[in-house]
């Protein structure tokens, strides 16, 4: 029987080589889609899910998260995002996450400025406050759009939505997002 998410994480607190076979089983396809979308390199996405894994095993412990999903998610885009950025900067040239990314140009801030770092913990707690208020299927696009770097092509197939009713939904939730964290000072 396949490892629930808290069993996963006791695995790992465990110190068992059986946590990252079964992560891999249930979360390897996933984690390799999102790097694949973001790098477009089949090898360098099977890499950065196995540098991933690593990284699981060598957080947790002292690591205790609570959605080992997200955790996990997490650390793999930032494997890839950080791949890509060596890659560019031999080559110069832009990638798709950047694309995703420069929609909400108000809405994240520079990682580099140290001084922001308050400012961005207080943007993750009212983003996430925001996007628990949407509408489930609203949220799931938003999500998979500016986290997973889902296409609006792929969402629209996935969805079984026409592209446009797709484009006009991310459009209007920016806007919502915008006016939300206006209202909330954080821009």
């Known amino acids: 029987m396949p490892a629930d998410d808290a069993d996963l994480i006791r695995m790992f607190e465990m110190r068992s080589e059986q946590a990252i076979a079964e992560t891999q089983t249930r979360y390897g396809g996933f984690c390799y889609s999102i790097v694949y979308r973001i790098l477009g390199n089949a090898e360098d996405a099977e890499e950065c899910v196995s540098d991933a894994m690593l990284h699981l095993w060598n957080a947790i412990p002292p690591a205790k998260p609570k959605s080992f999903r997200a955790f996990l998610i997490t650390l793999t885009k930032h494997i890839a995002l950080d791949r890509q950025a060596q890659n560019t900067a031999v080559k110069r040239g832009g990638g798709s996450a950047d694309i995703s990314l420069e929609s909400l140009p108000d ?56 592209k446009s009713a797709v484009k006009m939904t991310l459009l209007r939730t920016r806007k919502k997002l915008g006016e939300y964290l206006r209202k909330e000072g954080l821009m």
């Open 107 to 162: 809405v994240l801030a520079d990682a580099d400025d140290t001084a922001l770092a308050a400012e961005q913990r207080m943007l993750r707690a009212a983003l996430g406050q925001f996007l628990s208020s949407l509408p489930q299927e609203t949220r799931i696009l938003f999500i998979e759009h500016y986290w997973m770097m889902c296409t609006v092509s792929e969402l629209a197939e996935e969805h079984k939505m026409g």
